[in-house]
């Protein structure tokens, strides 16, 4: 073959395996590292008291840190307190009726009743023998000293003290026996609505004092002392500081690439030397800023899914809206692909939960 013919096939397959290798690593982009560009995000709390009344202090400032259950502001009080006092007094009351009863009647008073039954029985024998005398002088005296009427007297004088003697022997029997349970069940039941009563003047009370529900930060203070409080209207804003994220978006082409819960590292302006570690803990299911049909591949490639990068920030230095950019490093150089579904993923994952988007700013 002549030289010239050589060379040219030399050169026909040297331009084909050019050709290849282009096409190959067109086919294939070769990535590291994915780069994401958001904000930083966390959650808020609008704090109001539930009770409408003036404010008597304000003791925390914005910027304060306070710990769950910390007192942040309180109401004036000046006529709540009485009305507590009211439903204690009445709750002891009740509470001493129930004791009573359940105790039953005291040795004391049941030998009391003994007596009267004593008494009534005496009463009622001495009674008895004055209607017997009476009624025998009434048959044997001719000439009538005793008068009719002076019988039915004495008849009268025996059946009353007969049924004295009767009322107290019902009298004992009842002592003996105590409290019906129906008492008892109708003043445990008035105990109980005294303690409801109660406890919602305590209610009252407690309400006259906001407390923090987390360990948050004051981003707002939004009541001074003398203000009229409204459940309506926040007293303070709170920032959650843990957790926090980077909220970003991803080209619907690089949503491969991304796993829940790879490795991630943040970086932002404030703190270039500086960088913070993270995962991916949300992924968006549903595009956002794309038309409502697609139709189109031009369309296709201007869908965005919303990400949420955790971030760990143990000094507290990231603040609510700040530029932040996330670097993401890729496993798998040329894409993923189906063979590989855990690309990405780290070994041990961090188990925080997807935050809530409730009140997010």
């Not at 560009?37 to 709390?45: A, K, Q, W």
């Amino acid at each position: 073959m002549p030289r010239i013919a050589r060379l040219a096939v030399l050169l026909i397959v040297v331009v084909a395996i050019a050709v290849a290798l282009w096409v190959v690593l067109n086919r294939h982009p070769t990535r590291t590292e994915l780069t994401l560009y958001g904000n930083i995000d966390l959650r808020e709390i609008d704090l109001p008291f539930n009770d409408s009344q003036r404010v008597a202090e304000v003791l925390v400032q914005e910027g304060d840190h306070v710990r769950r259950g910390q007192l942040l502001a309180q109401l004036d009080t000046s006529r709540i307190e009485p009305l507590v006092a009211k439903a204690q007094a009445v709750v002891e009351l009740q509470q001493q009726a129930v004791q009573r009863l359940l105790a039953g009647n005291r040795p004391q008073e049941i030998a009391e009743a003994r007596a009267a039954v004593a008494s009534a029985q005496a009463d009622a024998a001495d009674a008895e023998q004055q209607y017997r005398r009476t009624q025998q002088l009434e048959v044997s005296s001719a000439g009538r000293a005793v008068s009719r009427q002076d019988l039915d007297a004495a008849k009268a004088a025996d059946d009353s003290a007969q049924a004295r003697l009767q009322s107290a022997q019902k009298a004992l029997t009842l002592e003996q026996i105590g409290p019906r349970r129906e008492d008892i069940a109708e003043a445990q039941a008035q105990l109980r609505a005294d303690q409801a009563d109660l406890a919602s003047a305590q209610a009252q009370l407690n309400d006259a004092q906001l407390r923090a529900p987390l360990d948050t930060v004051v981003r707002s203070r939004l009541v001074e002392p003398g203000d009229m409080a409204s459940p309506s209207q926040p007293a303070f804003t709170l920032a959650i500081t843990d957790p926090k994220w980077v909220r970003a978006y991803i080209d619907e082409p690089d949503l491969g690439w991304v796993r829940q819960g790879m490795p991630a590292t943040v970086t932002v302006d404030s703190f270039p030397s500086r960088s913070f570690t993270g995962w991916v803990g949300f992924i968006s299911s549903v595009a956002e800023f794309t038309p409502k049909t697609v139709e189109t591949t031009e369309l296709r490639s201007s869908l965005v899914y919303e990400v949420r990068v955790f971030v760990r920030d143990p000094q507290d230095q990231l603040r609510l809206g700040m530029p932040a950019t996330v670097h993401l490093a890729l496993r798998n150089a040329y894409g993923p692909s189906e063979s590989d579904p855990a690309a990405g993923t780290p070994a041990a994952a961090p188990a925080t939960p997807e935050p809530s988007t409730q009140g997010a700013q």
